[in-house]
């Protein structure tokens, strides 16, 4: 199954939900994809492996790279509640240096909110009658905190 | 990393697979082996995978070892990739081969160029960065030691030519022999 990649932006956390293979033919993408989601000066990163079917060492690499760089600055979280994910970063001594959640939900929830994101927040004037969800660490997409 | 020595391949890096073992002197007599042939190129790799289901589903092996097995595989086809990167015609050589207590599996390159030693291949990537804690965290170099973890056995020898052939055998649940463990052999029996 090929490579698929999307990229959204969950607050202030960019989620990249990958699918399918991460192999060598294939790794350079996930890099690429990562290596812009962990751009900004303090990068919050979810890698969302829920819908990944294989991965390979040169995948394994690919994580562990983007892991190095984020984590100079910010925060990178794995989600992968596949047993056969999770086996080969126990087998290589991974499981022991990712953040790994089973659900994004719980990734979101394990990065530290930024205290202008919160004065953000209470100053958009959000109608919270209506429903609106004003968490900065809620799924779905966009909000806009302006 | 984890690198419990009673899970690791008994791997005779330095000494090459025996002439006995390779998959040609056997031709003729191992009706049920399962060659397949792909360009030397990783979008085939899965061709390569789905073959080894294939085969290996037919067996009685565990779910976890199939995922193992299929995973050392691509590793190892990896390597061929990558040793071939200089010859453009390149292909790689697969060949399954099922017996009644083991699978055995040889992958074949055409690589000109001979590997440093064992088949590690120039990763992509680039190579780690040296520094303490999570920054020593090898981006490379994973490949041969899945491939350990993951299998039974694994050899390797490389020709004159530089053409380089790995073995991989897994042992079906509760087949491995006990001598394994001291001299890292295993019998050559064919499937009945």
């Known amino acids: ?5 999307r990229s959204r932006k969950a607050g202030d956390v960019t989620v990249v939900e990958v699918g399918g293979e991460v192999e060598l033919h294939s790794a350079s993408q996930l890099r690429d994809e990562l290596s812009r989601a962990g751009e900004s000066e303090h990068p919050c990163v979810v890698v969302d ?4 079917s294989f991965i390979d060492s040169t995948g394994l690499g690919v994580l562990v790279g983007a892991f190095k760089r984020v984590r100079e600055r910010g925060h990178l979280a794995l989600v992968c509640p596949q047993r056969s994910v999770r086996r080969i970063l126990e087998i290589t001594g991974l499981g022991q240096v990712f953040p790994l959640f089973n659900r994004v939900e719980d990734a979101l929830a394990s990065f530290p ?3 202008d994101a919160n004065i953000n927040v209470l100053s958009s004037g959000t109608d919270t009658s209506s429903g609106a969800d004003a968490s900065t660490q809620s799924e779905g997409g966009e909000r806009n905190e302006q | 990393m984890n690198n419990s020595s009673s899970n690791m391949a008994q791997n005779v890096s330095d000494s090459s697979v025996p002439d006995s073992a390779m998959p040609d ?3 003729g007599t191992d009706a049920r082996r399962i060659d397949i042939v792909i360009p030397s190129n990783a979008e085939f790799i899965r061709v390569v995978r789905l073959a080894l289901l294939g085969v290996a589903s037919r067996m009685n092996f565990s779910f976890d070892d199939v995922e193992d097995i299929k995973l050392a595989l691509s590793e190892a086809c990896n390597n061929a990739v990558l040793h ?3 010859n453009e015609n390149a292909r790689v050589m697969v060949s399954l081969v099922p017996y009644s207590n083991r699978l055995e599996i040889f992958i074949s390159d055409e690589g000109r160029v001979p590997p440093p030693g064992l088949p590690r291949p120039r990763h992509p990537l680039g ?3 040296s520094g303490e804690g999570w920054q020593h965290l090898p981006e ?3 490949g041969l030691f899945l ?3 993951l299998m039974d056995e694994v050899q390797h020898r490389t020709a004159a030519d530089a053409n380089t052939t790995v073995r991989l055998v897994k042992y079906l649940p509760g087949q491995r022999p006990v001598h394994l463990e001291n001299d890292g052999t295993a019998p050559a029996s064919p499937m009945a």
């Open chain 1, 113 to 115: 909110l930024k205290d």
């Open chain 2, 140 to 142: 490379g170099g994973l």
């Open chain 2, 25 to 27: 002197a056997t031709a």
């Open chain 1, 49 to 52: 492996l829920s819908r990944v």
């Open chain 2, 84 to 86: 071939s990167q200089t």
């Open chain 1, 1 to 5: 199954m090929d490579l698929r990649l």
């Open chain 2, 147 to 149: 491939m350990q973890s």
């Open chain 2, 127 to 129: 190579e780690a960065d």
